[in-house]
């Protein structure tokens, strides 16, 4: 029945579908950022420097006191960590989706600050930075060749 009224009328069908796709355009502009939900977990980054450590003497002296101190912070779900021959360490404070990354981000840079007086005086007088970040992917797109009719290197160009 209704398919007859779209066959026979097609003026109707073409206005139809633009009054759809204008109200999908509206929609999307005034949907506000809020109503999306949280996928990726956030992350607060603490990374410092010994320089001339190795990478034993980065974990004994500057990950460990820090770790020790850092795990328990509210909504946190696991800590990372990585100490380098160079005398880096990094370490990623992961936290349960929906924590508010500020509030996190500053309960972990207290917890630092109660550790800096069990490290090296050389870590301290280069600082050790605590940062928020949040690693989502906005957007991921795969571009292929569908009958291989192109190699991967036209295709990674094309893109």
């Keep these: ?48 420097n ?14 460990t006191p820090v770790e020790s101190q850092v795990n328990g912070v509210p909504g946190m779900a696991y800590i990372q960590s990585n100490s380098t021959n160079t005398g880096g360490m990094s370490m990623n404070v992961t936290f349960d989706i929906g924590t508010n990354i500020n509030i996190a981000a500053l309960d972990v840079e207290n917890r630092v600050n109660t550790a800096l007086p069990k490290l090296p005086n050389e870590v301290r007088n280069l600082g050790i930075l605590v940062r928020k970040r949040t690693p989502s992917i906005l957007m991921v797109i795969g571009i292929y060749s569908p009958n291989a009719t192109h190699n991967i290197k036209y295709v990674d160009n094309y893109t």
């Design 1 to 48: 029945m209704i398919a007859n009224t779209f066959i026979k009328r097609p003026n109707t069908a073409i206005v139809l579908s633009l009054v759809i796709v204008i109200l999908g355009i509206v929609s999307i502009v005034t949907l506000p950022v809020s109503q999306y939900p949280d996928i990726t977990p956030p992350v607060v980054s603490v990374s410092a």
């Design 50 to 63: 010994y320089i001339g450590a190795d990478a034993q003497t980065v974990e004994e002296t500057v990950t």
